[in-house]
């Protein structure tokens, strides 16, 4: 089992920037692939992200390529997201997750494990 804690969420202006950290406790880190998603007000949890285990594959929604980076450091046990050019449809509390299994995957019902979440506010 894994435990993750995400931190860096805040207010910034659109066109502004953040980077959102994932630690993780418990079992290996680099065993797990990791995805980010978020969850807006009144709708439901998407996929934002994900990254292999190794990290070197990468896979990103439509509306945030180009924009979002995410990354990982297996031996401080952390999941990154950067988060560039923001809008205010960006507005969403962000929950990093993990994977058992190997392989991307873009759908929650294929984590395991979910972080508490911490909220990125967008203002235009």
């Known amino acids: 089992q894994v435990q993750l804690v995400e931190s860096g969420g805040g207010l910034v202006q659109a066109g502004g920037s953040l980077r959102l950290s994932c630690a993780a406790s418990?079992?290996?880190?680099?065993?797990?692939?990791m995805g980010w998603f978020r969850q807006a007000p009144g709708k439901e949890r998407e996929f934002v992200t994900a990254?292999?285990?190794?990290?070197?594959?990468?896979y990103y929604t439509d509306s945030v390529k180009g924009r979002f980076t995410i990354s990982r450091d297996n031996a401080k046990s952390t999941l990154y997201l950067q988060m560039n050019s923001l809008k205010p449809e960006d507005t969403a509390v962000y929950y990093c997750?993990?994977?058992?299994?190997?392989?991307?995957?873009?759908?929650?019902?294929?984590?395991?494990?979910w972080g508490q979440g911490t909220q990125v506010t967008v203002s235009s």
């Open positions: 990254i292999s285990w190794s990290g070197g594959s990468t």
């Open positions: 997750a993990a994977r058992a299994v190997a392989g991307i995957a873009n759908t929650l019902y294929e984590y395991d494990y």
């Open positions: 418990g079992r290996t880190f680099s065993r797990y692939t």
